[in-house]
């Protein structure tokens, strides 16, 4: 643990503290009133050990530490203090105990939202509105004698019941739950997994595979016809870093570790995966397999099928993994590619072996303000074409960009905010950006620190053909910071009659604008026309930048009140949203995956053969449904 | 009534229209001067990125459209890829407007005193320009207004500057570009020129419909068109072109712009100042080349009084929502959208659906005045041939008769309300002075009795007042034509069966789809409105699987048979000339001249009453309808026109089942 090596000697030591803080960069709050720290090199930080560096493994109780009806820590939410200002709790992430002042504006003048109009949710989980479960007791008594841990207690099993789709938050802040799993096992190790796998064929029992719990397809949802008993397949307590590579720089890992424990296990030993999905405190890597997970800084360390170098994986048919670790095999179809993104149904995955690189020597973020939305998108359409991608280069929309303004912290000094005065008048007046049209990309630059400046300086080159202006460091890491929060942001939203959520596509460069475009209008429209009293807000940003195209991530919120069915009419608006998404020649998904949110488009992407295809590996891998989710297919 | 249940969802008197305004009221009390140079500050597209015409042309040029087909085009003719550049520079420098505000003001001043003279008002639907307003705010719109006249596109921008929208870029024929001054002025006022055929000539249709498309995406100005195609002749509405509709959708369907709003324009004119020019047109009298000495020539018109003209605005068509569920977007995901492809079977069917919609709606909100239902009756009078004219008192109850059932069939009938009847019919005469005589309290068409000249060409001098005339009844087909092709179902399947009447209907309708805008698969929705009006109105009683006339009907649907009496005579005399007369080496080009003298000899001889089949348009347009069915073949012959094959057998049998002297299956049977 980092908190333990504080002093330590080694080398190795010393850059897991930086690695540390780095993390801490866009996840923790500022050390000793020092923001920006991240802006400069990375030194060693002696300074005290940090709540955050404590014991932080999952718990079996996940809700000792956790919402069970909300986004991540208890400890941490938005809320409105007396004063009526937006204030951050807890004391995780860098926004942590910090008052935002511009956030209540910005909630009243987007959505129309007002303090007075509040919407709470149902304080405590009501045990008695929880079906008692439907054990299979034979498969209970084999279970026992194994020594497995599992539960059946009805926090355990409603906790594992969702994940963060706006519906299922919905419904449970109304204190209202459906189909439940009937319980919950923990196996330690992947001969925990087989034996278990085995029992539920024996006994012919649905198993669903849970790791964060993050999902946003409705992939953790309990089928409503499913009759046999359903048991929820914790992988968390498989958590342990087995082995480092150091000759091939591999690692092998346990797929129920989450993202944050992985990176801090390995920042320890000087590496890192690079693998930065935005849900990475939470979410897992057999998680991260099982959707194809993306991280943030793919332009790198690549997506999660660049990172795989071998799998295991139980399913009822037996243990699937290849004889080697070849870095590349011309075996036939990858196997690996029914593993990854089979979304639970095929088995669960237990142990992945993973690249890792030495940590950086040093990062930087950056941002670059763009008159309007298409000069950015040109802009990073150039990057990309001349292949010089940041770790993490990302446009926001005006509205997002705005959004982002919002969340600004109090400033301490008169200084700072006269600062960002000049800095505001610079832009609007003297350059002619509309402050309405304006949009801004934010960057992280890693590497060596000489080829970092070098990459900084050919990207800010190009930046500037497009009209693009260097925005500070400071901006960048807060867009990024964004990403941390905005899923806490939500709660607080909902507390206020507000709902909203994000999803994404990937799409080919020429489309991009007329997508952002399309996807944008298409919903205030349906909005209107399903009767939503207020404007939404409907806004995007692209995320990552491929070859060949990008991935888009829209966020969509409204104000509800005055409806009487709010998450029906969201269900229906993101519908539609997708249908666009589509017609413009978008993706499905990039990366969050199908589960059953999106199952009903699958063979119209796929086409019809494709279906069989997919369909006759798990008719062969899985004859008897016992990975019973129905996502996919 | 069940029926009325079902269908009351439809009933044309619950359509809601606006009032009219009329524009010309102020500009007779105001300075025209300081109306023609006033402050002009349109709204515009809420997205517009570009604004200067030069900008424009070399967006078009630089797109990738083009340089993708300059490439091909280079590639296939060998020609260095410059000097395609080049050419496609050119084509775009003869197609292009220049619109100039300066232009536009100079008309606005002309126009003022010219319409002040020749007409009594023009007439639009503020509401309807409200609307326009707010769509052209919101998505890029094209304007599509019906076309009767020269005037119409010079009249429309006149409108738009009056109220302040944006002036539109209005597609024109090539051959305004003779008038050399006028053409160079309607340039500058907005009008880009398009050859009439351009059909192998890729480099040519990338350029045009690059233009458009860009214009329309950028949002530079609204697109209008004629859906038409043409003047319309007759009045009639003409079954509509289809190659800039797809150009303007083309831009939603692949994503490049969130919607495109289309605005169907209704202009009506109380009295249509080409109207011999037409009749004569249609009798063999080729059009005369647009001249600027020959627009002199056409100041005469200025000293006559031609009404007034009403400009409905109809309610803007989203095109998003009329492919909702129709057209699969993805269709276009697997190619890049820059390279030309052929649109799919999907696509021209919904093309083609669309722009019958928006023909319909076009229709149905032309006003019509009473002077159209006059000309009706006494068309109808003629050729029940009542000597000496019908008494002005007996007309004036016909005329309010055909005034309550056209106003339940739905048309937009502008009748002074506050007016007798007989004040009315007198008024609407004498506007039409040219066209009918009163002598004795008698009313009767001005047919020239006297003349001098053979039999032949007395009898074209009355076809021009016939088929003068006919247009003015036409104008108001499309309100009795559902109703009409019942009527005449039931009087042709002389029976009362209601599945017989529908197989007649449905053979009616299916031979006169080229002469009538009927939109295509719509057969039982269209029986459907024909049986709910003619219960509505009284006419008829549909028990169960009868179709009964009953004791009041028989007036409307006498009426409504004699209107369709001409052209179905007409047709019948096409396919005897056909039968009888048709040679083997029978070519398009000699098909109009034969069948017309065929026709006259008829005429002559007194075995045909209608001198409105000496119309090319029928005529054009039953051989139309015969190639559709398959009874006449064209073969294309070598280097020569193309020769027309008639099948003898199935015209007579089509020709018969016309007359009624086939029941409908036989007609069926025949065509296999």
């Known amino acids: 643990m980092a908190s333990n090596s504080s002093g330590g000697g080694s080398d190795r030591q010393r850059t897991a503290q930086q690695r540390l803080s780095i993390i801490a960069g866009h996840l923790q709050r500022p050390v000793d009133g020092n923001p920006a720290i991240l802006a400069e090199e990375c030194k060693a930080q002696e300074s005290k050990p940090d709540a955050s560096s404590e014991e932080r493994r999952v718990p079996r109780r996940r809700q000792e530490i956790m919402k069970w009806n909300g986004w991540g820590y208890s400890d941490s939410r938005f809320l409105f203090n007396k004063k009526g200002q937006a204030e951050f709790t807890g004391k995780r992430y860098r926004l942590s105990g910090m008052i935002i002042p511009g956030l209540k504006d910005w909630m009243e003048g987007t959505f129309g939202a007002s303090l007075q109009h509040k919407a709470p949710a149902t304080p405590i989980l009501n045990s008695n509105a929880i079906q008692p479960p439907n054990l299979h007791e034979a498969f209970v008594e084999e279970l026992k004698s194994t020594g497995i841990p599992f539960s059946h207690d009805a926090e355990d099993r409603v906790f594992r019941a969702h994940g963060h789709c706006l519906h299922e938050i919905f419904a449970l802040r109304e204190g209202k739950f459906g189909r439940v799993p009937d319980m919950v096992v923990w196996p330690n190790c992947h001969n925990d997994v087989v034996k278990i796998v085995e029992l539920a064929c024996k006994h012919n029992v649905c198993l669903i595979p849970y790791g964060g719990g993050t999902s946003v397809s409705s992939a953790l949802e309990c089928p409503h016809e499913e009759t046999r008993s359903i048991v929820s397949l914790d992988t968390s307590q498989m958590n342990r870093i087995l082995w480092i590579d150091e000759k091939n720089l591999t690692v092998h890992v346990e797929a129920g570790i989450v993202g944050q424990d992985l990176e801090r296990l390995l920042n320890e030993s000087g590496y890192c995966t690079g693998h930065e999905p935005d849900s990475m405190e939470f979410s897992s890597l057999g998680g991260w397999v099982a959707t194809r997970a993306s991280g943030m800084k793919k332009n790198i360390y690549g997506n999660i099928e660049d990172l795989v170098v071998h799998i295991k994986m139980v399913t009822p048919r037996g243990v699937i993994e290849k004889s080697c670790m070849g870095p590349r095999m011309s075996t036939g179809p990858d196997v690996h590619h029914f593993i990854m993104g089979s979304e639970g149904t095929l088995g669960v995955v237990t142990e992945v072996t993973m690249k890792i690189r030495p940590m950086p020597e040093y990062q930087k973020y950056g941002s670059v303000v763009f008159p309007n939305f298409e000069q950015g998108v040109a802009c990073l359409r ?114 206020y009659y507000v709902i909203g959520e994000s999803f994404e596509t990937s799409v080919p460069w020429d489309r991009v604008l007329d997508i952002c475009r399309n996807v944008k209008a298409r919903i205030v429209r349906e909005c209107k026309e399903k009767g939503v009293q207020f404007p939404p807000l409907s806004t995007c940003r692209v995320t990552q930048t491929y070859d060949a195209g990008a991935c888009v991530y829209f966020y969509f919120a409204f104000n509800y009140r005055g409806l009487s069915d709010p998450v029906h009419v969201y269900e229906q608006v993101e519908h539609a949203a997708r249908e666009e998404i589509l017609a413009n020649g978008g993706s499905l998904s990039h990366h969050h995956g199908v589960g059953k949110l999106r199952k009903e488009w699958m063979r119209d992407t796929i086409s019809n053969v494709g279906m069989g295809m997919l369909k006759s590996v798990k008719d062969y891998v899985d004859p008897n449904n016992i990975f019973g989710n129905r996502n996919l297919l | 009534m069940a029926q009325e249940a079902v269908y ?103 126009l003022t005193k010219i319409f002040k003279t020749l007409f009594r008002s023009i007439c639009v639907n503020e509401e309807g320009i409200q609307r326009l ?93 004629f859906l038409e195609g043409t003047r319309s002749r007759t009045a009639k509405s003409l079954t509509p072109k289809l190659g800039l509709l797809n150009i303007v959708m083309d831009p939603f369907l692949k994503g490049e712009v969130f919607d495109v709003t289309l605005v ?144 339940q069939c739905g048309a937009f009938l502008h009748w002074p309300e506050h007016a007798p009847p007989s004040e009315v019919v007198s008024s609407s005469l004498s506007l039409h002075q040219g066209l009918v005589s009163i002598s004795e309290g008698r009313v009767q068409l001005a047919l020239e009795q006297g003349g001098q000249g053979g039999p032949e060409e007395k009898l074209l001098n009355q076809a021009v007042v016939v088929l003068s005339c006919a247009s003015y009844r036409n104008q108001a087909l499309h309100v009795f034509l559902r109703p009409a092709l019942l009527a005449l179902a039931i009087v042709t399947s002389s029976s009362n069966n209601r599945q017989e009447v529908y197989n007649s209907f449905s053979f009616l309708r299916n031979m006169f789809s080229n002469e009538f805008i009927l939109c295509p698969g719509a057969t039982v929705q269209d029986f459907e409105e024909a049986c709910y009006l003619l219960v509505k109105t009284g006419a008829l009683q549909i028990p169960q699987q009868e179709v009964l006339i009953t004791e009041r009907g028989h007036r409307t649907l006498a009426f409504l048979t004699s209107i369709l009496d001409p052209f179905l005579q007409g047709y019948q005399v096409v396919c005897r000339f056909l039968c009888e007369e048709a040679t083997e080496a029978l070519t398009d080009k000699q098909f109009v001249p034969a069948v017309r003298k065929f026709i006259i000899k008829h005429l002559l001889t007194g075995t045909l009453r209608y001198a409105e089949a000496l119309s090319s348009d029928l005529q054009k347009n039953s051989l139309a309808a015969l190639l559709r069915l398959g009874a006449v073949r064209r073969v294309k012959g070598g280097a020569e026109q193309g020769t027309l094959k008639v099948n003898k057998v199935m015209v007579n049998s089509l020709e018969d089942t016309l007359g009624g002297k086939l029941p409908t299956q036989k007609a069926a049977a025949a065509r296999l």
């Open chain 1, 382 to 495: 150039e990057v990309a074409r001349q292949r010089c991608a940041p770790a993490s280069i990302r446009l926001m929309d005006n509205e997002q960009f705005k959004f982002g303004h919002a969340l600004k912290p109090q400033v301490s000094s008169i200084f700072t905010s006269f600062l960002d005065g000049l800095k505001k008048l610079y832009i609007t007046k003297f350059k002619g950006f509309d402050p309405n049209r304006l949009c801004v990309a934010t960057l992280l630059f890693e590497g060596d620190r000489e080829k970092v400046l070098q990459h900084e300086k050919q990207v800010y080159d190009i930046a500037a053909k497009f009209g693009g202006l260097a925005a500070g460091e400071d901006n960048g890491q807060r867009g990024y910071m964004l990403t941390f929060v905005i899923a806490y942001l939500r709660d607080l939203g909902m507390d």
């Open chain 2, 8 to 110: 009351s969802h439809r009933d044309p008197m619950l359509k809601k229209r606006d009032d009219f305004e009329d524009i010309l009221e102020e500009r007779r009390n105001s300075s025209d001067l300081r109306y023609a140079l006033r402050c002009y500050t349109p709204v515009v597209y809420k997205e517009l990125t570009l604004c200067k015409s030069g900008e424009l042309r070399d967006l078009v040029l630089q797109s990738d459209h083009l340089r993708y087909v300059i490439t091909q085009v280079s590639k296939e003719t060998g020609a260095d890829a410059d000097e395609v550049q080049g050419e496609a520079s050119a084509i775009l420098e003869e197609m292009a407007h220049c619109l100039q505000l300066s232009t536009v003001r100079f008309f606005a001043f002309t």
């Open chain 2, 133 to 225: 307003q707010q769509a052209i705010h919101e998505h890029p719109v094209v304007l599509l207004p019906s076309h009767r006249s020269y005037m119409d596109f010079l009249l429309m921008s006149y409108i738009l500057y009056t109220y302040d929208l944006a002036l539109p870029v209005i597609a024109a024929g090539m051959d305004f570009m003779g008038m050399k001054f006028v053409g160079e002025m309607l340039r500058m006022s907005g009008a880009f020129f398009i050859r009439r055929s351009f059909g192998g000539d890729k480099l040519y249709w990338a350029v045009f419909s690059e233009y458009v498309r860009t214009m329309l995406k950028t949002g530079f100005a609204p697109v209008e068109f």
């Open chain 2, 264 to 407: 169907p324009v209704s202009i009506s004119y109380e009295r249509i100042l080409e109207e011999s020019l037409y009749a004569r047109e249609l009798l063999g009298v080729p059009k005369p080349k647009e001249s600027t000495s020959g627009l002199f020539k056409a100041r005469k018109v200025l000293s006559e009084d031609y009404g007034s003209i009403h400009v409905y605005f109809g309610q803007p068509v989203s095109v998003r929502s009329l492919a909702e569920g129709r057209v699969n977007r993805c269709q276009f995901n697997l190619t890049p959208r820059h390279i030309p492809q052929r649109p799919g079977e999907e696509i021209n069917h919904f093309v083609n659906d669309s722009a019958f919609r928006l023909v319909r709606a076009q229709e149905e909100n032309m006003v019509l005045k009473p002077w159209v239902l006059l000309a009706s009756l006494l068309l109808q009078n003629h050729h029940h041939g009542q000597k000496g004219g019908t008494a002005l008192e007996e007309l004036t109850e016909q005329a309010v008769w055909l005034r309550d059932l056209s106003r």
